[in-house]
């Protein structure tokens, strides 16, 4: 795993944010709560482009939206990103972690094609 592409990037992207932060004397407002925060206000900001569209593919937002959509997807990821760092996650691993829970609860023979939640069609 320490050859992982993957790894390299969100180290990366972290030390991006890192830097960031650090040229602009930040840190001291990086509390995880604070992070955690921000990152709800994003992901809403987010959301808010696919408000009262059918389904929000990229011909129904069209090519200026698609730029504030990435652009708001960025400052997801750099939230998420600093919200590990401070937390001392390593998010690869989590969602590694995760996706081994994600299996035994959502079997793939037994969901496939159902959108209920795991709990909706345990029997």
């Known amino acids: 795993m320490a050859n ?3 790894l390299g990037d969100l180290a990366q992207l972290r030390d991006i944010v ?3 932060v650090d040229e602009r004397d930040w ?3 990086h509390s995880p ?3 955690a925060a921000a990152l709800t206000v994003e992901a ?3 959301l808010e482009h696919f ?3 059918h389904n929000g593919r ?3 937002l069209g090519p200026a939206k698609l730029v504030e959509v990435r652009h708001e997807m960025a400052d997801v990821l750099v939230y998420l990103v600093r919200l590990a760092d401070k937390l001392d996650v390593d998010l690869l691993g989590a969602v590694q972690e995760k996706m081994v829970l994600n299996r035994a609860k959502y079997p793939a023979e037994q969901v496939r094609g159902d959108a209920r939640k795991y709990h909706e069609y345990k029997s």
């Open 58 to 60: 990229p011909e129904e």
């Open 51 to 53: 408000q009262w569209l």
């Open 33 to 35: 709560k604070n992070l």
């Open 18 to 20: 890192r830097q960031f």
């Open 4 to 6: 992982d592409p993957a």
């Open 27 to 29: 840190d001291q407002f």
């Open 44 to 46: 809403a900001e987010l």
